[in-house]
């Protein structure tokens, strides 16, 4: 990206490098977030991964987003510039989403839910199914879903704890498979997210990543029949991971496809977590297809 | 379709219902086969599944391929009115189909694999590979798959069994889900079928079922590391299933796309073996797409 580019791009503020971070004061907190894009279709609600904030977007998927509907990119509670604690649990998260919406007058969207994103957002649907039109569902797990962000798998630990990495350099690695393409792709996405140099969020501490840990293993605990609770789930998902994920395994994607009774599994090959990263052109073609359809039913 | 739609189709012969059978001698049996259609892309050869002649392809999948590109309807030996008897393995029907291309001079070309057709389109990818670019495998399994076909499975006994159920009847019961959509769509399907009312193929008899089924238990076989075989096959594939299959369990499809080193996956909800079939608009768009790509990655 030249300067050039970046100056257009400030002027019409519709890219994720350089929406500006606003702020809602909802009952109890205040939220930040960033809105941007037009187009005629539902706003669509971006809940975040892991310790991630409102810099861990990457435009080469919600830029092409941005093109056909509003974007609204979701700061939690505790997280970033929003005020308050960290709920320690996926119910607590989806009721301060769900109060952010309220605020904002949003009484009807499209969620895209990453990760601990993708667990709110079904949380969400369940809550206040009214608000929710269709869902994407990426990286994600059911409650009581297996191996959930366990990070002191061997796996996982040689990466988190390789005092030689830093920074976005650790995400390169567990993001991504450990193939040279999904490498290469795993540095082109932190490129990426390197591109938006001002109006940054605040990094998380480590209060963030014990609550939103805790909230993890609170979802890996059924509640009465395991996947059950998908089934009221009735608006169109899809659900979207790498085949070789190893922070919340693709299992965990074939679990909800099969019990949620109106979502089509996508899954991506050479690639891990951030699938949606590494392969961003189908996928930001697959996640419009899906939700310029107004279809009673997923398949797109 | 009305009587003049007919007309004009049988004109162009280029759909499914039309298409003239036509016979190619192959070296050793003379095949049956219809092919029509036109555009840029690679033919298309479809091979068909268990019992299945050439008059079981719908007309709602295979027509909308053909606006992109011939697409190809290949009666295996001993099928339909090819001669010959069925081989009872798959790498024996994978010679024939191969075999079928030399002697149509076609060195290479897109394939469609449905259920067994699956089957022998991974055994010739892995025999020829430089005669298949693309690969579509619906509603099949990799060699060393589990539960594949056993019609004694008592939810596929009651209706294989049910002396009321007659013709294409039995179809509509165990290709598609017991909701009352997914027997709707089957419906559908089975009125397009009926649609082709002349130049019909031969029904198979009990020696065809007979040794495919030996070709199906054969294939349950692993040879060496289970899967491993998969991991030679690097053309761009896309696996598809519906995620409630009796008779090729959806499992089979997550293990060919992780154990494939470039296939992305794709499942339909509400919907057993045929799925294809029953999201016929979604499938044909997104095996357009699919198709239309000449990139090195499954993803598109």
């Not at 490498?183 to 082109?188: N, T």
């Amino acid at each position: 990206m030249t300067e050039d580019t970046r100056m257009s791009l400030t002027t019409t503020a519709s890219s994720t490098i350089v929406a500006p971070t606003q702020f809602m004061q909802g009952r109890n907190e205040t939220y930040a977030y960033r809105r941007f894009g037009h187009g005629a279709g539902r706003p669509l609600l971006c809940l975040q991964h892991f310790t991630g904030t409102l810099d861990n977007w990457d435009p080469a998927v919600t830029d092409p987003l941005a093109s056909g509907r509003e974007v609204i990119l979701f700061g939690s509670a505790g997280v970033g510039r929003s005020t308050g604690t960290v709920p320690p649990t996926v119910t607590g998260m989806a009721a301060h989403a769900l109060g952010f919406l309220d605020s904002l007058g949003v009484d009807n969207c499209d969620v895209l839910g990453f990760s601990l994103g993708g667990m709110v957002a079904q949380q969400m649907a369940r809550d206040r199914p009214s608000i929710v039109r269709r869902m994407i569902l990426v990286g994600t797990a059911p409650r009581g879903g297996e191996d959930i962000m366990h990070l002191d798998k061997p796996t996982l630990a040689r990466h988190l704890g390789d005092p030689t990495l830093k920074g976005y350099a650790v995400l390169q690695k567990i993001f991504f498979a450990s193939t040279p393409s999904s490498q290469a792709a795993g540095s082109a996405f932190i490129e990426r997210l390197a591109q938006r140099t001002d109006d940054l969020d605040t990094a998380p501490g480590r209060e963030v990543a014990s609550a939103q840990m805790a909230a993890f293993r609170e979802w890996e605990q059924a509640t009465g029949t395991r996947f059950g609770d998908l089934k009221g789930i009735h608006q169109p998902t899809l659900v979207v991971n790498g085949l070789h994920d190893e922070l919340i395994p693709v299992s965990n994607s074939y679990r909800l496809a099969e019990s949620l009774p109106n979502a089509v599994l996508l899954a991506y090959p050479d690639s891990g977590h951030g699938s949606i990263f590494q392969f961003h052109e189908s996928f930001a073609r697959q996640a419009a297809a899906f939700l310029a359809s107004d279809a009673p039913f997923a398949p797109y």
